[in-house]
């Protein structure tokens, strides 16, 4: 089984600031993580993935995320935050093994970021 | 090219109504997710297509929920007899496969009075 826990259901930081979103999941598989952005009335858009290799990933708009396995966490930062970056944001984890479940996301609550001048 | 598009965008169905919602993956896309979204919630899985075989539909929250996909391409998730709790938006994803990355569509908010 799976699950997603993200800390903070709504993050608000100045234009400039760190953004750092949390997430901590749960997997009794070595686990494939994502984070997922979704604007007003769009579907959701992958950032950045991790699967295998290098812990610390890059993603689009400046975002990256390190995946640290023995904290389970999958933390997302921005060094400077952006007011296009205002969007809520969910991290997802997915099994990396075979079965019927295999592609199955399993999606955290979202946090809603909120970037103000 | 073009992405993975759902219709209609918005529906309203008085409770008790049949609905369906129809997903258009891209083009040559093999996999196919529903994924269901309640108001403040992360998205849930609901089913999944490979081609035309539905896989695994152990999301689907109640008998009255029922998708198919049967030339493998346009996928259509039906609802019977719905309820007020049915209201949320449903969210369409393909990929070229199950190990790919997944495709979102904007989505079909419904919503049952």
């Known amino acids: 089984a799976q699950s997603v826990t993200q800390l903070g259901s709504h993050v608000s930081v100045s234009e400039g600031a760190l953004v750092l979103l949390r997430c901590n999941y749960s997997s009794s598989v070595p686990p494939y993580l994502f984070w997922y952005v979704q604007y007003p009335n769009q579907g959701l858009q992958l950032l950045l993935k991790?699967?295998?290799?290098?812990?610390l990933v890059k993603g689009i708009n400046g975002f990256e995320a390190e995946f640290k396995k023995s904290e389970t966490s999958f933390h997302l930062t921005k060094p400077s935050a952006h007011m296009s970056d205002a969007a809520e944001y969910f991290c997802a984890v997915r099994a990396n093994a075979g079965g019927t479940s295999y592609g199955k996301l399993t999606f955290g609550q979202g946090t809603i970021l909120t970037v103000h001048p | 090219g073009a992405g993975v598009s759902q219709s209609p965008r918005y529906k309203v169905a008085k409770r008790g109504q049949d609905v369906a919602l129809r997903c258009d993956p891209i083009?040559?896309?093999?996999?196919l997710f529903w994924y269901q979204q309640a108001l403040g919630q992360g998205p849930e899985f609901l089913t999944y297509f490979q081609n035309e075989a539905q896989l695994d539909k152990s999301g689907l929250p109640s008998d009255r929920f029922f998708a198919e996909r049967p030339e493998g391409s346009v996928s259509t998730l039906k609802i019977q007899r719905t309820q007020q709790e049915d209201s949320a938006v449903y969210l369409c994803?393909?990929?070229?496969?199950?190990?790919?990355?997944?495709?979102f569509g904007p989505g079909t908010r419904l919503t049952v009075l």
């Open positions: 994803a393909s990929s070229p496969s199950v190990a790919d990355e997944q495709f």
């Open positions: 083009s040559g896309h093999v996999s």
């Open positions: 991790y699967t295998t290799g290098a812990t």
